[in-house]
C-alpha cells in the first residue's frame, strides 16, 4: 500500500491504438491515481510529449501503431530526453524487436493481455528510480554548490592570511628600520650642521684632512646603516619561510652586531654596558633574527632610561653555556615593568609608549623568533631596580 503512493498524482503518457485496451488500462490507472494522457499512435505522442513535456514522468506505449509505431516514437524522445522511465506494452509476436530497442533504455516490458498487478510493479519500480535519480541529482547539485562555497571561501583565507603575514612582515621590517633610520639622520645631521658652522679650517692642509676624515668616517656610518637596511628587508623577507639559511656561531657573534649598530646611541645617552661573556657553545641559530631580538630588548631598555630620566643607567649582558645550548641575561636597572604587565608585554600592540608612537610589536616579533622560529624561550623577571630578560637558546639541526 505503502509503496503505491508513489504512483499518487504522477501523470503517464499512454500510447496504445486499440481504444478498447486503452480505456480499460487507462481506468485502472486512474484509480492508482495517476493522471493519464492518452494518445493513438507515435505521432501523436511525440507531439504530446513535446508539449507538456514538463507535466509527464512516464511513458507507457504499444509497439504496432499507425502513422509513427512505438519504436519510432522513442527514438524520437530519447533525442530530447534520455531519462524518462518507459514501458513498453507489447504481443509475444512482437518480440523482435527486443534486441533493437536496448540502447533505448526502457524500463520494462508488459505483455498483452496486460496483467494488472504487474504493469503496477513496473510502474511503481520505474516512479522509484526516476526520483531516487532525481534525487540524487538534486543532492548532487547541492553539493557542487557546497564545494564551490568552500572552495571560495577556502580562497579567501588564504588570501587574507597571505594578506595578514605580508602586513605582519612589513610592520617588523618598518619597526627594524627605525633605529639605522634615525642613525643616517643623525649622522647627515652632523655633516650638514659642520659644515654649516665652519668647523673645519679648509686653508690649512690639516683641516682640509681633518674634513676628510670625518666626511668619511661619517658616509661610512650612513653606509653601514644603509647596509643594515638592506639586510632587514631580506631577514623579514624570509621570516615565514622554512628553509632559511642558517649560522654556526657563538652567541658573542650576534651580540657583537648588535653592539655595532647601538654603541653610539647607548653611548650619547650615557647608558653603562657591561659585558660578560661565558658562553663557548658553537649553535646553529638564524644569526641576523637574533639580532634583531638584541636590538629590541636593548632598544627597550634606553626607551626606559629616557622615560624616567634614570641618572646611572646601566646595561649588563651575560651570557653561559645552558645543556647544548645558550642562556642569555639582559638586565636593564631603568625600574622594570608593572607586576600585572609582565605577562602581557609579549603580546601584539601592547606598549606603554603610544604617546611616542610605540608600536607594541617589538617583544612579539622577538618572542616569534626566538620561541617559534627557534623553539627556544624568551621571557622576563622583575629585580630590584629593574628587570632581565632572558634568552635560551638550543642548537637547531
Ligand atoms: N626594559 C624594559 N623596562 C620596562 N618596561 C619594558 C622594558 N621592555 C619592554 N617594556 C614594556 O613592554 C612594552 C612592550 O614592548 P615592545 O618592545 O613590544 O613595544 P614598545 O617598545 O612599546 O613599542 P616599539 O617597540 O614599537 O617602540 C613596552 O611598551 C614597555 O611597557
Ligand atoms: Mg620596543
Not at 28 to 46: A, M, P, S, Y
Not at 201 to 216: I, P, V
Amino acid at each position: 500500500m505503502i509503496e503505491k503512493q508513489v504512483l499518487k498524482n504522477i501523470t503517464v503518457l499512454y500510447a496504445e491504438d486499440e481504444s478498447v485496451i486503452q480505456e480499460g488500462i487507462t481506468e485502472t490507472l486512474n484509480l492508482f491515481g495517476i493522471n493519464v494522457i492518452c494518445v493513438q499512435n507515435g505521432q501523436e505522442g511525440f507531439t504530446s510529449f513535446k508539449a507538456s513535456r514538463e507535466k509527464i514522468d512516464l511513458i507507457l506505449t504499444d509497439i504496432k501503431m499507425p502513422k509513427l509505431d512505438g519504436i519510432g516514437m522513442i527514438e524520437k524522445i530519447r533525442e530530447i530526453d534520455k531519462d524518462i522511465p518507459i514501458i513498453i506494452t507489447t504481443a509475444h509476436q512482437e518480440t523482435t524487436f527486443l534486441m533493437q530497442s536496448i540502447e533505448l533504455n526502457i524500463s520494462a516490458y508488459v505483455l498483452k493481455p496486460i496483467d494488472i498487478y504487474k504493469l503496477e510493479d513496473n510502474l511503481i519500480k520505474a516512479i522509484e528510480s526516476k526520483v531516487l535519480k532525481e534525487e540524487l541529482i538534486e543532492k548532487n547539485k547541492k553539493l557542487e554548490i557546497e564545494i564551490q562555497k568552500n572552495e571560495e571561501k577556502q580562497r579567501i583565507i588564504e588570501t587574507q592570511s597571505r594578506f595578514a603575514a605580508m602586513g605582519e612582515m612589513i610592520s617588523m621590517i618598518a619597526h627594524q628600520w627605525r633605529q639605522p633610520l634615525a642613525s643616517i639622520g643623525t649622522a647627515s645631521f652632523n655633516l650638514k650642521y659642520k659644515l654649516l658652522t665652519e668647523k673645519f679650517n679648509l686653508d690649512s692642509k690639516e683641516g682640509r684632512e681633518e674634513q676628510a676624515s670625518f666626511f668619511s668616517k661619517k658616509l661610512d656610518e650612513i653606509e653601514f646603516y644603509v647596509q643594515n637596511l638592506t639586510t632587514t628587508i631580506d631577514d623579514f623577507k624570509n621570516f615565514f619561510k622554512t628553509d632559511k639559511i642558517v649560522s654556526n656561531t657563538i652567541i658573542e657573534r650576534p651580540i657583537n652586531n648588535t653592539l655595532k649598530i647601538l654603541e653610539k646611541d647607548l653611548k650619547a645617552n650615557n647608558i653603562e654596558l657591561t659585558l660578560d661573556f661565558k658562553s663557548q657553545n658553537q649553535i646553529n641559530i638564524y644569526e641576523n633574527e637574533i639580532t634583531h631580538v638584541f636590538i629590541n630588548i636593548l632598544k627597550n631598555a634606553q626607551d626606559k632610561f629616557l622615560e624616567k630620566d634614570i641618572e646611572n643607567a646601566k646595561i649588563e649582558i651575560k651570557t653561559q653555556d645552558f645543556e647544548d645550548g645558550v642562556k642569555i641575561e639582559i638586565y636593564d636597572n631603568g625600574g622594570g615593568i608593572k607586576e600585572e604587565d609582565l605577562d602581557v608585554i609579549f603580546e601584539p600592540y601592547f606598549s606603554t609608549k603610544k604617546e611616542k608612537n610605540g608600536t607594541g610589536i617589538g617583544l612579539y616579533m622577538s618572542k616569534i623568533i626566538v620561541e617559534k622560529n627557534h623553539q627556544g624561550k624568551l621571557f622576563a623577571k622583575n629585580t630590584k631596580d629593574g628587570i632581565s630578560f632572558f634568552i635560551i637558546l638550543h642548537s637547531m639541526i
